[in-house]
Nanobody, 121 residues
Framework: VQLQASGGGLVQAGGSLRLSCTAS????????VGWFRQPPGKEREFVAA????????LYADSVKDRFTISRDNAKNTVYLQMNSLKFEDTAVYYC???????????????WGQGTLVTVSS
């Protein structure tokens, strides 16, 4: 499975962006998909995940109520809608596919190349 993340860019604090993650195969439609991020000089961290059918989601506390993860299996695409962005949301964002069908913060086996989100204060 190859993953292509897109939608990053420069945005002012308080603004919004929507990231997309498109998988090369429908295989990913049977698996949970997650978003992670790596801020400059820091370790990669979990952001959000969604179950194979979109019925269950999981969020990091730092983004809860601001970010929304969704998926369209017909398009092999998972989205991350990011609202009320903060300077500390600046990071390279990665999407990944899990072995399991339920959302989790670990166990991801396929990773995309990342897309940079820069939030100006």
């Amino acid at each position: 499975v190859q993953l292509q993340a897109s939608g990053g860019g420069l945005v002012q604090a308080g603004g919004s962006l929507r990231l997309s993650c498109t998988a090369s195969k429908r295989t990913a439609s049977n698996n949970a998909v997650g978003w992670f991020r790596q801020p400059p000089g820091k370790e990669r961290e979990f952001v959000a995940a969604i179950s194979w059918n979109g019925g269950n989601t999981l969020y990091a506390d730092s983004v809860k109520d601001r970010f929304t993860i969704s998926r369209d299996n017909a398009k092999n695409t998972v989205y991350l809608q990011m609202n009320s962005l903060k300077f500390e949301d600046t990071a390279v964002y990665y999407c990944a596919v899990n072995l399991r069908s339920v959302p989790t913060s670990s166990g991801y086996i396929y990773w995309g190349q990342g897309t940079l989100v820069t939030v100006s204060s």
